[in-house]
């Protein structure tokens, strides 16, 4: 099963500062490049913890018996590892969006490259697809997505095509999504519009915001102090939650400030944000939109 080039492998992992008998998480393990990194790193005493929702991840899965895959969402990382025995960490890993794996095979309806079924589920056995929030989803709730996760200025025309469209029969394929959207469609860009609204649908159906701020927060809880987290995010909407929660550990307004005004903040940053250079881009197109940060907890 193919798996791509994982995205800013030495830097992330350089981020974590490894200790030999620490204990890791690596909570998007997709093809393992950067769990195989951090075991290569541990000690006989080190432990690594993964997780991934996509059932085909599970084929990855690293044979040692310092390391243990768990084919959930990372929303629940507290929870496992709770059941693992495991109350606090050293570091924890997250390179977000999809997987090359998940955009190239046709049929999971994540690429504008290919016709496939509206699905975009990262993990299949979920319910809502892309098909439900397309075809069952009112107008309104459209607008929204399209507006918030695609930031399309065009979410209005977009909400009220569909919406149309689907009156006389369902919207089945992306290939049927494409002709329904097709004016506005213009060929000059008609890659990038699609590609946002892709995202925003693909937000949508995985609740990608809502996991991120419930992983973030559940990241607090479970490093230990001096512990490390590093995030790789990819469009704008993540990058601007994580960035919030590493400056001072909420995702909107300002932390409280005492009498003198000052105010205690749960990371330190470590650097600066991180993007990949032009050799890793050219070897690795998905890598081209990465921004990496990296914060300990105080």
């Known amino acids: 099963m193919e798996y791509h080039n994982p995205v800013l492998l030495k830097e992330t ?3 974590l500062d490894i200790k030999p008998d ?3 998480v690596d909570v998007t ?9 951090i075991m290569r790193r541990l000690g006989p005493n080190g432990k690594l913890f993964a997780f991934d929702q996509d ?20 929303r629940y990382i507290k929870r496992f590892l709770r059941f693992h025995g495991v109350r606090q960490v050293d570091g924890i890993l997250g390179d977000l969006g999809v997987s090359s794996h998940q955009f190239d095979v046709p049929e999971r309806g994540f690429s504008t490259r290919f016709e496939g079924e509206l699905d975009m589920r990262m ?4 319910a809502v697809s892309a098909y439900n929030v397309v075809n069952e989803y009112a107008e309104a709730d459209l607008r929204r997505i399209f507006a918030d996760y695609g930031e399309l200025t065009t979410a209005k025309g977009l909400a009220s095509a569909i919406v149309q469209a689907r009156e006389s029969h369902p919207i089945k394929n992306t290939e049927q999504l494409k002709q329904v959207l ?3 469609l213009p060929a000059h860009k008609s890659n990038k519009i699609l590609a946002q609204i892709y995202q925003a649908i693909r937000i949508e159906v995985n609740q990608e915001m809502e996991v ?7 990241s607090l809880e479970v490093l230990k102090p001096g512990g490390r987290l590093s995030v790789i995010s990819y469009h704008s909407l993540e990058d601007r939650l994580v960035k919030r929660f590493m400056k001072n550990g909420m995702f909107e307004g300002e932390p409280e400030r005492d009498f003198f005004g000052r105010f205690e903040v749960p990371f330190k940053l470590i650097g600066k944000m991180i993007v990949p ?13 990465a921004k990496l940060r990296i914060a300990e907890k105080k």
Do not use: P
């Open 182 to 184: 097709s004016r506005f």
């Open 277 to 289: 250079t032009d050799e890793e881009i050219k070897i690795n197109s998905r890598a081209r939109s």
């Open 22 to 24: 620490g204990i890791y």
């Open 55 to 74: 059932t085909d991840a599970l084929a990855n899965a690293i044979d040692d018996e310092r390391f243990t895959l768990i084919n959930e969402n990372f």
């Open 123 to 126: 993990n299949q056995k979920e």
């Open 13 to 15: 992992v350089d981020g």
């Open 29 to 37: 393990f997709g093809g393992g490049g950067h769990s195989k990194e």
């Open 212 to 218: 991120l701020k419930e992983f973030l927060e559940q």
